[in-house]
């Protein structure tokens, strides 16, 4: 099971294809796994067994605190998702347990995948204006979509008062169009990467 529209996804056929989506479609020991560190994703032998693919990038997107309030209010607008052949719905809340649909263009069709927010973790600065902050998400994904996995988005501040845009993400095929088409899958997902950064850039 998979979604199609020949044309651009409205809020019916997005809210229709949540509705049908069901479950997560990936391994319940694996959820959340994004909120740990890099590192430690880069080096669970577990997930590298159970055939998922890591992918990962993290980009300076500017300096200051200034700049990582706008890269933040760009996550919570689903503004790294303002492209021509990718977006999710600004409406949609960022908080756990909200169910949603990436919308892609592929070729003729456009894709709905749908996902649900798995966790929200923000780290504040202090009062005193010194120190790290950090806001991000991860989703996982649903029955429906064609892959199966977690990724997630974060902005930080980190204590030289750099702002960086980071992308990570585990999946592996979970239909057999992207089981044959995975190199592909892979492409675009380093595409999406670079495109999403471009549009992070352009809201700080």
């Keep these: 099971m998979f979604?199609?529209?020949?044309t651009r996804p409205s809020p019916e056929q997005q809210k229709?294809?949540?509705?049908?989506?069901?479950?997560?479609?990936?391994?319940?020991?694996y959820k959340g796994a994004t909120a740990n560190p890099v590192s430690y994703i880069k080096e669970d032998k577990e997930l590298s067994r159970d055939g998922y693919l890591i992918n990962h990038a993290r980009v300076l997107v500017g300096s200051g605190f200034e700049t990582y309030e706008k890269g933040k209010a760009a996550l919570?607008?689903?503004?790294h998702f303002g492209l021509d052949w990718a977006f999710v719905d600004p409406a949609t809340p960022i908080?756990?347990?909200?169910?949603?649909?990436?919308?892609l263009k592929e070729f003729l069709p456009w894709v709905m995948m749908p996902l649900q927010v798995v966790y929200v973790k923000e780290n504040k600065r202090a009062k005193t204006k010194?120190?790290?902050?950090?806001f991000g998400f991860g989703s996982g994904t649903l029955q429906g979509h064609l892959l199966a996995g977690e990724e997630r988005f974060s902005i930080e501040l980190d204590e030289n008062e750099q702002v960086w845009y980071e992308v990570l993400s585990f999946s592996k095929p979970a239909h057999f169009l992207s089981f044959i088409g995975y190199p592909y899958v892979q492409l675009r997902q380093k595409y999406f990467t670079h495109q999403s950064t471009n549009a992070v850039l352009k809201n700080v």
Excluded at 3 to 6: E, T
Excluded at 76 to 79: A, F, G, I, P
């Design 3 to 6: 979604f199609l529209s020949w």
């Design 16 to 29: 229709s294809c949540i509705n049908k989506s069901g479950t997560f479609n990936y391994d319940t020991k």
């Design 76 to 79: 919570q607008n689903w503004r």
């Design 95 to 103: 908080r756990s347990g909200e169910k949603f649909c990436v919308c």
């Design 130 to 134: 010194k120190g790290v902050a950090s």
